[in-house]
């Protein structure tokens, strides 16, 4: 069954440290993945996006890496700031019968404290 | 340019009740997309357009639930006969192109049906 587990389910740092956020997933066959940040009452919004050939993807102070062969992915966040506190969301596509499909994570709500 | 809008921001219906949900998508996509959000879970696949091919519609959970998508622009999800079970943030996303494209979310429509 494709599925896409993320852990921790919610985490709590204080600004200015860093943390690494998982994402686990037995989606196949694999297309790509990609990492949304969900602020409280927004749409998610992308971060980066990774094919099965890339394993790592920086966008500023995100940094992603994918390990296509034990099928994990992380999000490194440095430096935090107030404005990272929202939930993350993983999301893993695939194709189907020529059509792509995607399976979402529920997701890490993280929250960070000055 | 202005991004992709939902409206209204928030409904409150009675049970039985019947719903429209209203998506603008980004000018110019020809994608569009609807999603269901239920608290604590990922975000659910509803029903996808794509220019003037036909609808996929595998994700919609009963035949309460309906889309259209009016000049290749403007999309309305209506629920028939609300139950509380529907109660939920309805997502609305749009991509230039077809899946393989980078999707552009809304800031939701929190329905909530007592």
């Known amino acids: 069954k494709n599925q896409v587990e993320q852990s921790p389910q919610s985490l709590i740092i204080l600004e200015g440290k860093n943390c690494t956020l998982q994402c686990n997933y037995t989606v196949s066959p694999f297309s790509n993945l990609r990492w949304y940040k969900q602020d409280t009452g927004r749409g998610p919004v992308s971060l980066t996006i990774?094919?099965?050939?890339?394993n790592t993807k920086s966008n500023g102070r995100y940094t992603a890496t994918l390990d296509a062969d034990t099928k994990q992915s992380s999000l490194h966040i440095t430096a935090s700031q107030l404005s990272d506190s929202a939930s993350y969301i993983c999301?893993?596509?695939?194709?189907?019968?020529?059509?792509?499909?995607?399976?979402f994570g529920t997701g890490t709500r993280l929250k960070v404290l000055a | 340019g202005a991004g992709v809008s939902q409206s209204p921001s928030n409904k409150v219906t009675e049970k039985g009740k019947d719903v429209e949900l209203r998506c603008d998508p980004i000018?110019?996509?020809?994608?569009l997309y609807w999603y269901r959000q239920s608290l604590g879970q990922g975000l659910e696949f509803l029903i996808y357009f794509q220019g003037n091919s036909a609808p996929d519609k595998s994700g919609l959970p009963s035949d309460r639930f309906s889309a259209e998508r009016t000049g290749g622009s403007v999309s309305t999800l209506t629920i028939q006969r609300t139950q509380q079970e529907d109660s939920a943030v309805y997502l609305c996303?749009?991509?230039?192109?077809?899946?393989?494209?980078?999707?552009?979310f809304g800031p939701g429509t929190r329905l909530t049906v007592t």
């Open positions: 000018s110019g996509h020809t994608a």
């Open positions: 999301v893993v596509s695939y194709l189907l019968s020529g059509t792509y499909k995607y399976i």
């Open positions: 996303a749009s991509s230039l192109g077809d899946r393989s494209y980078e999707q552009y």
């Open positions: 990774m094919t099965f050939s890339e």
